[in-house]
């Protein structure tokens, strides 16, 4: 599997590193600004059509003309790049009327995609038992700029999903009690905590938590070519949930 990154940021850095550990070999490297001695090309060269996949954590600015030029190359993605998602019917659209495949997600870890699967499994068996309240708070360095984080977000849209007696996500103070229906969603910063997910199952006799913490970023690379294996020979346009369900099942 002939790997091309696109994106040269730490994550690139990452995938090229994790990549060539697995005997990928991977001859195009593509970004704009990076002075790293790595790149090869500052846009997608011809030479780019030799590519098996490409694995994209470039930048909303561009993402968007990037999936075009896969698709034009006939070449599947892994789409790791963020801020785009209003155009996601779009892209859906046009990628399931090509003769290639794309996979996307927000968060590519596999350690916190076997979290989300666990919370999904978890989430309809305390559905049963609703006197068990539950709440999400997670824990990351100082200098992490959004409160809640992306993957917080993610687990709480997963939990009201699955539980019926939820129904709105709350997120910093709420300043005042909460309703029965909320889902409350909290935060801290500080040092230099790479990432703690907590999701908390309450109830007056007892206390049930789930928690994920990330040590460092590589399992983020582990995932993304965990994907591009799994993309490649498909065709049409998945999330990585449809990657979950295919190897551990429904």
């Keep these: 599997m002939r ?4 994106g040269y940021g730490k994550m690139g850095v990452l995938i090229r590193n994790k990549a060539l550990s697995k005997g990928y070999p991977v001859p195009v490297i593509v970004d704009p600004f990076s002075p790293a001695k790595e790149v090869t090309d500052r846009n997608l060269p011809p030479s780019a059509r030799d590519i098996d996949v490409f694995i994209d954590f470039s930048s909303p600015e561009v993402v968007l003309d990037n999936i075009q030029q896969y698709q034009e ?3 599947p993605a892994v789409i790791g790049t963020t801020g785009w998602y ?5 892209v859906a659209e046009t990628v399931e009327n090509s003769s290639t495949g794309l996979i996307w997600s927000a968060n590519f ?3 916190v995609n076997l979290f989300f699967y666990l919370l999904k499994t978890a989430g309809r068996v305390m559905n049963r038992f609703p006197q068990y309240d539950v709440m999400i708070h997670e824990y990351h360095h100082r200098h992490k700029a959004e409160s809640p984080s992306g993957t917080a977000e993610m687990i709480g849209s997963i939990l ?3 539980l019926d007696h939820k129904q709105k996500k709350v997120t910093g103070n709420p300043g005042g009690k909460l309703e029965e229906s909320e889902l409350h969603i909290s935060s ?3 040092g230099s905590i790479p990432g703690t997910h907590q999701v908390i199952f309450d109830s007056d006799v007892d206390t049930i938590v789930f928690e994920h913490t990330t040590r460092d970023r590589s399992g983020f690379a582990e995932g993304a070519l965990l994907a591009a294996e799994w993309i490649c020979g498909r065709k049409g346009f998945y999330c990585i949930d449809d990657m979950m369900h295919s190897i551990i099942g429904r």
Excluded: A
């Excluded at 790997?3 to 696109?6: E, N, Q, R």
């Design 86 to 90: 209003e155009k996601m019917n779009q």
């Design 160 to 162: 009201l999903d699955v």
């Design 188 to 190: 801290t910063r500080g």
């Design 3 to 6: 790997i091309g990154v696109v």
């Design 109 to 111: 870890s596999l350690g």
């Design 73 to 75: 190359m006939d070449i």
